[in-house]
């Protein structure tokens, strides 16, 4: 069992940074991968971002890449995510998630993660 708190939301300019964090309970956190996802108002969950139980590989969606940095440091049980020059279409409630190790294609699937987070807003403005 892993229980996921997110934090690190906010309001910002369109340009700005803002970076989350998820910090996890449970001894196993570093036998997870872990992923951030977020829903805008409307809209159907959609995959940001993902990293493997080591840290040694990553997955972003193309609309992020280049812009977001998903991180972990195991010793803290904590997955960051930088996100950097923010656009308003970046507004949204974003979650953590954990699963058991992922490949391919199932990395960006929100039905392949067991675990999540209550959310945290980022609300982006232009």
């Known amino acids: 069992q892993v229980q996921l708190v997110e934090s690190g939301g906010g309001l910002v300019q369109a340009g700005g940074s803002l970076r989350l964090s998820c910090a996890a309970s449970?001894?196993?956190?570093?036998?997870?991968?872990m992923g951030w996802f977020r829903q805008a108002p409307g809209k159907e969950r959609e995959f940001v971002a993902h990293i493997s139980w080591s840290g040694g590989s990553t997955y972003y969606a193309d609309s992020v890449k280049g812009r977001f940095t998903i991180s972990r440091d195991n010793a803290k049980n904590t997955v960051y995510l930088q996100m950097n020059s923010l656009k308003p279409e970046d507004t949204a409630v974003y979650y953590c998630?954990?699963?058991?190790?992922?490949?391919?294609?199932?990395?960006?699937?929100?039905?392949?993660?067991?675990?999540w987070g209550q959310g945290t807003q980022v609300t982006v403005s232009s």
């Open positions: 449970g001894r196993t956190f570093s036998s997870y991968a």
């Open positions: 998630a954990a699963a058991a190790p992922l490949y391919g294609s199932n990395r960006s699937r929100f039905s392949m993660y067991d675990y």
